[in-house]
């Protein structure tokens, strides 16, 4: 069989038509000539049209399946792409987690302790203590003056 395409009713084709569907030319629809002869009528042709519709019974896909396939496959490769970057996004900062985590506490050293006789350490120590006082003074003088409160209240 020397089948070939046409753009056109095949010239010769038998009843100058599709020959299943009886017909001519549908739109921009190609014929397929066999190149196979019927004796007394022609050459027997058949439109894009009836051999698509044979194809879909059989499963075969169209140009227009293989195009919505393709853009389908596109979008979920994008999707696995785009997840892919967020899953390795995700992974450093577990890392990062697991990390600070992991820290052992214990392992850093702990600020030196001050020399006893440092002039330094006295006055901190000396600050501190003042500090501490006033607070509970403060806080004392807070309590009387809540306390009159009251007292003028009731
Ligand atoms: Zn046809």
């Known amino acids: 069989m020397h089948a070939r395409i046409s753009t056109i009713v095949p010239h010769g084709a038998a009843r100058n038509a599709c020959y299943l569907h009886g017909g001519g030319q549908r739109g921009n629809e190609r014929f397929i000539d066999t190149g196979i002869v019927i004796e007394y009528e022609g050459v027997l042709a058949i439109c894009e049209g009836?051999?698509?519709?044979?194809?879909?019974?059989?499963?075969?896909?169209?140009?227009?399946?293989?195009?919505?396939l393709t853009d389908e496959l596109r979008e979920a490769n994008d999707a696995r792409v785009e997840q892919a970057q967020e899953i390795a996004t995700l992974k450093s900062r577990n890392e990062a987690l697991r990390t600070l985590l992991?820290?052992?506490?214990?392992?850093?050293?702990?600020?030196?302790?001050?020399?006893?006789?440092?002039?330094?350490?006295?006055?901190?120590?000396?600050?501190?203590?003042i500090k501490a006082e006033?607070?509970?003074?403060?806080?004392?003088e807070a309590a009387i003056s809540r306390e009159r409160e009251m007292a003028e209240d009731a």
């Open 102 to 129: 992991a820290l052992d506490v214990d392992a850093f050293e702990a600020p030196p302790e001050p020399e006893p006789d440092d002039p330094i350490a006295k006055g901190l120590a000396v600050l501190e203590e």
């Open 134 to 140: 006033r607070h509970h003074e403060d806080n004392s």
């Open 50 to 68: 009836c051999v698509t519709h044979l194809a879909k019974l059989l499963g075969l896909l169209t140009p227009a399946d293989v195009q919505a």
